[in-house]
């Protein structure tokens, strides 16, 4: 049974920076695709990035590129989320999710039902 625990998020002023954390339970964590997700309220849950297996792809919503990194430590069972520059518009639930069919970045990977296993979520709140 896969786990995932997301940690980091909170209150920040717009401009700020947060990084998220995602802790994974499982011995396969370094086999698979990570991606992370955010749903604000009253909206559908939306794509953030995606990460493959060893880190050396990744891929970006058009909203936080240039502003957000995906990264991960296979030796810690972690995946983050770096976001910087941040928007009020960036306020949302963030989730990260585990693609066990998929150890590379496709077009999919941008998909939430192309994910199984889920966590939580964190609330990120960005003030104006």
């Known amino acids: 049974q896969v786990q995932l625990v997301e940690s980091g998020g909170g209150l920040v002023q717009a401009g700020g920076s947060l990084r998220l954390s995602c802790a994974a339970s499982?011995?396969?964590?370094?086999?698979?695709?990570m991606g992370w997700f955010r749903q604000a309220p009253g909206k559908e849950r939306e794509f953030v990035a995606a990460?493959?297996?060893?880190?050396?792809?990744?891929s970006y919503a058009d909203s936080v590129k240039g502003r957000f990194t995906i990264s991960r430590d296979n030796a810690k069972n972690t995946v983050y989320l770096q976001m910087n520059s941040l928007k009020p518009e960036d306020t949302a639930v963030y989730y990260c999710?585990?693609?066990?069919?998929?150890?590379?970045?496709?077009?999919?990977?941008?998909?939430?039902?192309?994910?199984?296993?889920w966590g939580q979520g964190t609330q990120v709140t960005v003030s104006s």
């Open positions: 999710a585990e693609d066990q069919d998929h150890s590379g970045i496709y077009y999919d990977s941008r998909k939430s039902n192309a994910y199984d296993y």
């Open positions: 499982g011995r396969t964590f370094s086999s698979y695709t």
């Open positions: 990460i493959n297996w060893n880190g050396d792809s990744t």
